[in-house]
């Protein structure tokens, strides 16, 4: 028995290359797997569970059939697509997960995040964090027709193109004492997240306890998961998608 892990998948139409990669997975290795975990940004971006476009669709409609196969799906938001909500889950019969989650991975604690909160020394990024997730903008935001709610996404994702450009990688990337915070108030668990874009096993020693920290990659280029079982995690690629 084993779950899988993947994250910041970032899926939208104009990748087809990708998706088809993402399609193949769904319809393949993760049928084998006990659980299947998606740590967040599963789309490049979400507006609304009402955005029924085809493509968001298709998605639903093979983690539908994911789950119909058994297979446990645990959906955690990312930065890109934390308004996905209920009628998105009970759909495709998701449990979505708080951001974070401590579970107990064959025997092994295990501690799931997104990354972002990681992230502490993007003080612009975590102001604008906590603006968005709060219920008031979200009930705001969602209050909005979709054609006005996508018009403001594009704004944000290209002030945010924008924005990176100026940022150092080290200000992007996971601080130190966040992790550890993280890792004392949860009794020294694995971690596993993604967001980085930086795919590694990193090993700390916190406080003289070991801990193991996946990374998990993107799925920019070409996709690949993180498989647990009782024996530990290891990463799996995937090749790329038969063009036909
Ligand atoms: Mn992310």
């Not at 949860?186 to 920290?213: F, M, Q, S, W």
Request: hydrophobic content about 40%; glycine content about 6%.
């Amino acid at each position: 028995m084993h779950s899988i892990f993947v994250s910041d998948l970032h899926l939208c139409p104009t990748r087809p290359a990708i998706n088809r990669i993402f399609f193949e997975f769904l319809h393949g290795p993760a049928t084998q797997a006990e659980a299947l975990y998606i740590l967040g940004d599963l789309f490049e971006y979400w507006a609304g569970d009402d955005d029924d476009d085809p493509f968001n669709a298709s998605v639903l409609a093979s983690l539908r059939d994911l789950t119909g196969h058994g297979v446990a799906l645990y959906l955690m938001h990312g930065n890109r697509d934390f308004l996905i909500g209920e009628r998105f889950t009970t759909a495709c019969h998701a449990q979505l997960l708080s951001d974070p989650t401590l579970v107990n991975l064959y025997g092994t604690p295990t501690l799931l995040m997104h990354g972002d909160t990681l992230c502490t020394d993007d003080v612009r990024y975590q102001d604008f964090r906590t603006k968005v997730r709060s219920p008031e903008w979200q009930q705001q935001f969602l209050s909005q027709p979709l054609a006005a709610r996508k018009q403001i996404v594009a704004g944000l994702r290209a002030e945010n193109a924008e924005e990176k450009q100026l940022k150092s990688e080290a200000i992007m990337d996971v601080t130190g004492a966040s992790m550890e915070k993280e890792l004392r108030v949860h009794g020294y668990p694995r971690l596993i997240h993604g967001h980085t874009h930086k795919p590694a096993l990193h090993r700390h020693i916190v406080d003289g306890h070991n801990c193991e920290r996946w990374v998990l990659s993107d799925w920019y280029r070409l996709g690949e998961y993180l498989q647990c079982d009782a024996q530990g995690c290891r990463v799996i690629k995937l090749p790329a998608a038969q063009c036909n």
